[in-house]
């Protein structure tokens, strides 16, 4: 605000001027300009917000889609407890605690989606400021000749100095709710952005946890391939030293050298592969590349047993649906924005200063000036450029309800996608370690047989080269089946019901691995 002359300055820079002022104004002049405001601005102003608080806005109220819901999803044991637990530790995996708590902290998809929040939170604010009035202030000090505030000077050739100071102000009557409507679009964006920073959060956890896992699967395929490199070897020293007795041919040996080249060339490229996946996982944790410490295998993880919750509560839960959804109560508040456009705008302004065409007058009450006006304006012709405007907010509004609806659609094929891998995975696994034990028992009795010669060297070849490829499926699909529920609590929106957080006895290491 302006900064007046002080009253002491003023009377001593003019010995004319009132004796009874406040910051330069006479309090006649002063108590006129108040009591004009307050009967010409503020009365009509209150009785105006009383009618239009009875009144509503223009264009149509957000209603939420009737979505067709499936009563149940496929395999699922229904649950309508939805209380979020953290679902990580339901693995009881200190590791992957740790690992999850730092990515929380230090990851840099979410550190960017909290930046998104608040530019919504401030957009927000901009759009709030609307509800207020808005005050300016100006002040000009100028000397010229035949010129004053710009234009020409009564007084021929004189030369003068004139200054200005005044403050305005200016408050839109919100009659039709354009204000209202823009308010609720920007509330709602910001909620979709903060439904948008859950849905990141969310598919972090579910990377880090994924990621793990897959670094442990890939720890027990080299220890495999370690362990069958080992086993060719063995075979080969064994037919070796059959070749060089005269028992045997060497093409007993070329071939078990063969099948030893084969297993050992799998462990640098599984080992490449940790090393990527490492560095992926150090993406997420917002670290340098680098090595990650896993003291646990894959076999320790317990298998937590998860039933989801009833479709409708993925509504409620799911950061993606709320985000659409309120994408949606955006664009339809734009169509009441548009609306607004079609009718005129009212405003009230006032202003309060001192003008005066001689600095010497400056102090004067003279050179007062205030001023309060009622103003609008509105639309006549302008070319379907407002029609065009309110055809493409219902456009918005109709892309925005079809995507939501869509986004409902895949969040319940995604459950159920979940659910059936969960359950069909489990009965896989139980197929492949008991063909795994078979394996292994065939492999073992064919050395035998081959040591007391009742069997060739291709029965003791073959059965180690089926063992091999069983030994990775087994642990591919026991990483499938962890990321399975990984994809569960993603597809849930995150959390698991509370009262079936247990973990079924964790898994032997026994040659069966079934159950």
């Known amino acids: 605000m302006a900064e007046f002359p002080h009253p002491e300055r003023a009377r001593l820079g003019r010995s004319n001027a009132p004796r009874s002022t406040v910051a330069g104004f006479p309090v006649s002049i002063l108590r006129c300009f108040v009591a004009l405001v307050l009967s010409a601005i503020f009365v009509p102003a209150v009785a105006l917000v009383l009618a239009l608080l009875a009144g509503c806005a223009v264009g149509p109220n957000y209603k939420r889609p009737t979505v067709d819901s499936p009563s149940t999803f496929r395999s699922e044991n229904a649950d309508t407890n939805q209380t979020e637990l953290a679902w990580w530790q339901v693995y ?36 709030r400021s609307g509800f207020f009035p808005s005050a300016t202030y100006q002040g000009n000090v100028s000397r010229g000749r035949n010129d004053v505030f710009g234009s020409a000077f009564p007084d021929k050739g004189a030369t003068v100095s004139s200054a200005v100071v005044t403050m305005n102000a200016f408050w839109e009557v919100d009659l039709w709710g354009r204000v209202r409507r823009l308010n609720e679009s920007a509330r709602a964006q910001l909620l979709a952005s903060d439904q948008g920073r859950r849905g990141v959060r969310l598919t972090l956890l579910s990377d880090v946890a994924t990621a793990y896992f897959q670094l442990l699967e890939l720890d027990q395929e080299l220890e495999i391939a370690s362990r069958t490199t080992n086993s060719f070897a063995e075979s080969l020293r064994i037919f070796n030293q059959r070749v060089q007795g005269g028992t045997a041919s060497a093409l007993e040996s070329s071939r078990a050298e063969a099948a030893l080249d084969d297993a050992a060339a799998t462990v640098p490229a599984i080992r490449q592969r940790i090393s990527a996946t490492e560095y992926q ?29 009833l479709p409708s509560a993925l509504l409620q839960r799911r950061p993606d649906i709320l985000e659409t959804e ?56 302008q070319g379907g450029r407002l029609v065009g405007q309110y055809r493409q907010a219902k456009a918005a509004r109709d892309e925005a309800d079809l995507q939501y609806r869509q986004t409902v659609l895949n969040a319940f094929r995604e459950v159920s996608d979940a659910l059936v891998s969960r359950q ?92």
């Open 424 to 515: 069909e995975l489990a009965e896989v696994r139980q197929h492949q370690a008991s063909q795994v034990h078979s394996l292994e028992s065939a492999v073992k009795l064919s050395s035998e047989r081959y040591v007391a010669g009742k069997a060739g060297y291709y029965e003791v070849l073959e059965a180690q080269q089926q063992l091999f490829p069983s030994e990775l499926n087994l642990a591919r699909t026991e990483r499938d089946e962890l990321l399975a529920m990984v994809n569960l609590y993603k597809a849930l929106g995150g959390g698991w019901p509370q009262e079936t957080n247990t973990v079924v006895a964790q898994r032997k290491s026994n040659p069966a691995r079934a159950k």
């Open 326 to 381: 309120q994408l949606l109560h955006s664009a339809n508040a734009q169509i009441g924005v548009a609306v607004a456009e079609f009718f005129p705008k009212i405003g009230l302004t006032a202003l309060l200063g001192k003008v005066s065409p001689e600095l010497s007058a400056f102090t004067a009450g003279s050179g007062n000036a205030w001023g309060i006006a009622a103003e609008g304006s509105g639309p006549i012709f």
């Open 92 to 127: 009881q995996d200190p590791t992957l605690q740790s690992l999850i708590r730092e990515a929380l902290t230090n990851n840099y998809d979410l550190r960017i989606a909290v930046a998104r929040v608040e530019q919504a939170r401030a957009f927000a604010m901009q759009a």
């Open 281 to 309: 996982l150090c993406v997420l944790l917002g670290r340098n590349p680098g090595p990650i410490e896993r003291p646990n295998p894959l076999l320790s993880q317990g298998m937590p047993q998860v039933p989801s919750g």
